[in-house]
């Protein structure tokens, strides 16, 4: 018998579409000039790389020209951080972030700091995992040079105020920044309304493929390379570029575009809902976390008390269901979440943080199949922890 599989881990990463590997397959193998190149082969790859980029920006509403590729919303959020610190250094040594940021960014920072060219702010969050503008306010100094909020956070699907926020930064002329790696495809993302000066994104979170990324750079931003070279990418990221990756972005970007038209996530945030439900209804003293309603429509980020996370993750994967316990690239990690230990929960819950992030392909009938998978291991487990006491019955009236 087949082992049944589900995958409910969506924001780690997701299925490169049929169409997107569809529209790579020719830059493998037929076309696959140098898109630098002067020759006629050259220039037909070239064109595609800068068709690729306007259907990348058309998925943000941004120009052409304000697409820089990466090989990942990682490299990205690096390019943003330490590219703008390093193009203002004369004007200012200061960054603010917020305390449930990716990693990406924390240890991009974390750099700076040790090269002695910048100071960090990390701005609190409440228990919803919300960042309070009033926060930024009064944290921005005469040195402040850069701020960068997370657009929602990839562990508890969280959305931001972003426009609120952006406001304020540049109300003091300050570069505003936002990593919506998560947020893509599954929300309009329009960088004129956000009013944002850097916005990443990932290929691979939006059905495309994994090993490229881009960055919003909006015009006349002052910011500098990490690496030097060629000419490729404005000179902002030099280096042959990754012809296949880029491709398969600028398709996925499309399809992204037509999801959203679609309003594919209200069916995914319908199941997302209804898995909630299911799992609140069935296993007791389990917490949500993250805002109740403003977060990722497909995301749900729960914690099973007197159950450690990691026990949760394992039995699941035996029964064929995949999930994760937090940041894929926290993985490895012994520590709690970052995430989770700013939004101040409670040390019963979080230890055992599970995340589902489901997607247009996922059905009920896998949902179904999960909960009752999931109670069942909640329960073998609970019967063997030491802290675990069954509630008693309501008493009869």
Request: net charge neutral; hydrophobic share 35%; glycine share 8%.
């Amino acid at each position: 018998m087949t082992k049944r599989k589900i995958y409910l881990d969506n924001n780690s990463t997701t299925q490169c579409d049929p169409q997107v590997l569809d529209a790579m397959l020719p830059y493998f193998s037929e076309h696959y000039a140098n898109p630098s190149a002067t020759h006629s082969m050259g220039r037909f790859t070239r064109k595609a790389i800068e068709q690729a980029r306007a259907e990348v920006a058309s998925l943000i509403n941004a120009k052409p020209n304000e697409i820089v590729f990466t090989s990942s919303g990682t490299e990205a959020d690096n390019l943003a951080i330490r590219g703008i610190s390093k193009a203002l250094m004369g004007k200012g040594n200061h960054v603010i972030i917020s305390s449930i940021e990716h990693s990406a960014i924390i240890h991009s920072l974390d750099h700076i700091k040790k090269w002695q060219m910048g100071e960090v702010t990390h701005l609190p969050v409440n228990h919803y995992g919300i960042v309070d503008p009033d926060d930024l306010r009064q944290v921005i100094t005469e040195r402040t040079i850069l701020v960068s909020i997370i657009h929602s956070n990839n562990e508890i699907g969280t959305i931001q105020s972003i426009k609120e926020l952006c406001a304020i930064a540049h109300k003091k002329g300050i570069y505003f920044h936002t990593d919506a790696v998560a947020s893509a495809g599954k929300i309009p993302l329009d960088v004129k309304t956000l009013g944002v000066d850097l916005l990443t994104i990932s290929g691979h979170k939006i059905h495309g493929p994994k090993g490229v990324g881009a960055l919003y750079v909006k015009e006349d931003t002052q910011i500098e390379g990490m690496i030097h070279g060629g000419h490729q990418e404005y000179g902002i990221r030099p280096g042959t570029e990754n012809l296949t990756g880029i491709v398969g972005l600028g398709k996925a970007s499309m399809l992204a575009m037509n999801q959203l038209k679609q309003d594919e996530c209200k069916k995914i945030e319908t199941l997302r809902n209804y898995l909630e439900i299911g799992i609140k209804n069935r296993i007791p003293e389990v917490k949500v976390n993250g805002h109740p309603t403003q977060r990722l429509c497909n995301t749900l980020n729960v914690s099973i008390a007197y159950v450690e996370g990691e026990a949760l993750l394992m039995n699941l994967d035996l029964e064929g269901i995949a999930v994760a316990a937090g940041s894929a690239c926290s993985t490895g990690k012994s520590e709690p979440s970052h995430v989770l230990k700013a939004m101040g929960v409670e040390d019963k819950y979080i230890n055992s943080p599970i995340r589902f992030s489901l997607d247009k392909n996922n059905t009920k009938e896998e949902i179904d199949y999960t909960i009752e998978t999931l109670v069942k291991i909640v329960e073998r487990l609970r019967a063997i922890s030491p802290l675990w006491k069954e509630p008693k019955p309501a008493p009869q009236t």
